[in-house]
């Protein structure tokens, strides 16, 4: 457990509008990573980041974007929600050491 | 592109039977993760593999990875009403900066009273 919440769990918006969803660590862990996780698709890499300030694409980045301006926070921005990004969004973090990564408990957001 | 197939995708079984959950590639991984999730709760580790060849015990869970690190097995043993839940492998192919993981789809395993 490397004490990753994850605010707010759920979250109901309306198409258009912008959402941030955060992400605290406790563990100091350089690796921090943004998932959604879909019936069908498993889980997808949204954005993650390999340090403070430093960020890269996952597979499924369109939509959205990352900051990370401290060790333990990563916050991830729909700039303008639509209802295919209805998830549950999971982050996750890691040493890096054998690639482990700690989840957070999810988020639920539903665009309507 | 790297891809991770898991099979079976769902899984039903009774008390005490056993069962194995595969998951296979046609790349080379340097490790490879197990992980077991519950509903509405993220996925957590079960176990890391390193080594072609390795087996590592967790309980009743058997985990294997393949001779050449393209492939790994997860058998259950007597499987318990409490084993239900998605298990998903996750392989990681380090490069540079590079931490990311390559993620099977899951196996849903039920297992009934």
């Known amino acids: 457990d490397a004490g990753i919440t994850q605010s707010p769990r759920h979250k109901v918006t309306e198409t258009g509008t912008p959402v941030t969803l955060r992400c605290h660590q406790t563990e100091n862990h350089r690796y921090m990573y943004w998932y959604r996780q879909d019936p069908g698709h498993g889980l997808r890499l949204i954005h993650y980041?390999?340090?403070?300030?430093?960020?890269d694409k996952g597979e499924v980045s369109d939509g959205y974007s990352v900051s990370r301006s401290k060790t333990e926070d990563f916050l991830l921005t729909l700039e303008s929600a639509t209802s295919s990004q209805t998830s549950v969004y999971f982050c996750?973090?890691?040493?890096?050491?054998?690639?482990?990564?700690?989840f957070g408990p999810g988020t639920r957001l539903l665009v309507l | 592109t790297q891809l991770l197939e898991q099979s079976p995708q769902f899984l039903s079984i009774q008390e005490g039977e056993n069962l194995t959950v595969y998951c296979n590639s046609s790349s080379v991984f340097s490790s490879l993760q197990w992980y077991r999730q519950e509903p509405g709760e993220g996925p957590v580790l079960l176990v890391t593999v390193v080594t072609g060849g390795e087996v590592k015990k967790l309980k009743r869970l058997t985990f294997q990875f393949g001779d050449a690190r393209k492939d790994s097995s997860l058998h259950i043993t007597a499987a318990q009403t409490g084993d239900t839940g998605l298990y998903l492998c996750?392989?990681?192919?380090?490069?540079?900066?590079?931490?990311?993981?390559?993620w099977g789809l899951g196996t849903s395993l039920a297992v009934n009273p």
């Open positions: 996750a973090a890691s040493s890096g050491y054998q690639e482990t990564q700690y």
């Open positions: 980041s390999y340090g403070v300030k430093d960020t």
């Open positions: 996750a392989g990681a192919a380090r490069a540079g900066n590079n931490r990311k993981l390559i």
